[in-house]
């Protein structure tokens, strides 16, 4: 064992395993509070989930415009800048909304912060696509999957156990976690923007230019197709990390520490499973690969639907988690692989936007069938979704898996 970890760490570069070890403090700080986000402001507000779904829609709305900044940015004046801005921002932000005790005071809060919190998400996908090769891509970003997972395991446990006595606790330990990471993160990281063109755009495009050349990756219509597809997916993922919660204590009288285990079952078979999928998916067509792990979605998230075992809600998260080892990893190598080195950042901005666009509307919308049509209706919903964007993939494998970039890679 220890030799094959040793042979492991040699196959990537320092910087990667630099990214790793922050990333895995951060997370395990992030999955303290995340998952149970919904059910704080629910609980300390007393409201339901249609309004706390508009507050989560209002954090990933002004999100969506510090993402879209943070791309320019990020293909401007680099990487490592954003992401330790991004670190610090968000350890003031997380404590400022464990303090705020008013429902009106939250929402222009959650404005400003979710401006502000996302601009540096495309540098940190930009700096993994700078560090690997293509080869690489895959399993890195599965590798990545494994040790976010690690985090599931211990986060959301004990998240669970102090959500139950102090939400107020989850908050300060997250914020406490960022610092630490922004320490690590400035005194090991180097810059890891490519220095070709660097010189020429700095001379010749202006911060506008910049920001104008977003026009060039819409124009992209393979990879604005390849958006949409995980847009439709993505609202349904999501579900998984908002609206499950609330669903499974009103419906099931499941308590926050019974959906923890959840996620922390969910964290375990990525864990066990992850690296060895993503080694054997890596000679695969991607696009057929996204299409099968959205069917897996789809059977998984509509099980909700029709049991009420706990046991069997554990069997649906394994497989909706079958169909995350399958699509995390090669949606992150596809957007890589889409986007051309000098506009790396603003590629990884569109793509951010699987995951912001979808908290716009997503949340809000669960939350309007949750508290006023048959809550199973959700999960229904969800599966057509589903089904919908697993054609729109393997539409997309038909028209470009002869295309060099999406070739597989060969073992």
């Not at 997370?27 to 998952?35: A, D, E, K, N």
Request: contains cysteine; proline residues 4%.
């Amino acid at each position: 064992m220890f030799t094959r970890l040793k042979k492991l760490y040699h196959e990537f570069p320092r910087r990667f395993w630099i990214i790793v070890l922050t990333f895995f403090i951060d997370s395990v700080g992030g999955t303290l509070l995340f998952p149970f986000f919904s059910l704080y402001i629910t609980d300390k507000f007393n409201v339901g989930m249609t309004q706390a779904g508009m507050v989560l829609a209002t954090f990933s709305i002004f999100g969506i415009v510090g993402n879209m900044v943070g791309g320019a940015l990020t293909d401007r004046f680099g990487r490592r800048k954003l992401i330790l801005f991004g670190l610090v921002f968000s350890a003031l932000s997380t404590l400022t909304l464990g303090l705020v005790n008013s429902l009106a005071v939250l929402f222009p809060l959650a404005a400003f912060i979710g401006l502000l919190s996302d601009v540096s998400g495309p540098a940190h996908q930009a700096m993994m696509a700078d560090i690997l090769t293509e080869k690489q891509r895959q399993e890195g970003f599965g590798l990545m999957r494994v040790v976010r997972n690690l985090a599931w395991i211990i986060g959301p446990s004990i998240g669970g156990f102090l959500a139950s006595r102090s939400f107020m606790l989850l908050f300060i330990i997250d914020a406490i976690v960022s610092c630490i990471v922004a320490v690590i993160f400035y005194t090991s990281m180097p810059e890891t923007k490519p220095e070709h063109h660097e010189e020429e755009h700095k001379e010749h495009e202006s911060i506008w230019q910049t920001i104008a050349g977003y026009g060039i990756v819409l124009k992209d219509l393979a990879f604005m197709a390849f958006i949409v597809a995980a847009i439709l997916m993505g609202a349904v993922y999501q579900q998984m990390y908002n609206s499950l919660s609330v669903y499974l204590r009103d419906n099931h009288s499941i308590d926050p520490q019974g959906y923890g285990f959840l996620m922390t079952t969910s964290a375990i078979t990525v864990i066990l499973f992850q690296f060895w999928v993503s080694r054997n998916i890596k000679d695969k067509p991607p696009f057929v690969i996204m299409a099968v792990g959205t069917l897996f979605y789809m059977l998984g998230f509509g099980m909700f639907g029709f049991v009420s075992a706990y046991w069997l809600f554990m069997s649906a998260i394994v497989v909706i988690t079958i169909g995350e080892m399958l699509i995390m990893p090669t949606s992150q190598t596809l957007a890589a692989n889409f986007a051309p080195v000098e506009m790396r950042g603003r590629y990884m901005a569109i793509f951010g936007l699987t995951w912001l666009l979808p908290s716009t509307f997503a949340p809000m919308l669960a939350g309007l069938i949750l508290d006023n049509l048959n809550p199973n209706l959700l999960w229904y919903i969800g599966g057509i979704l589903c089904a919908v964007a697993a054609t729109a993939f393997y539409a997309l494998h038909l028209r470009l898996g002869r295309q060099e970039r999406f070739i597989p890679v060969e073992s």
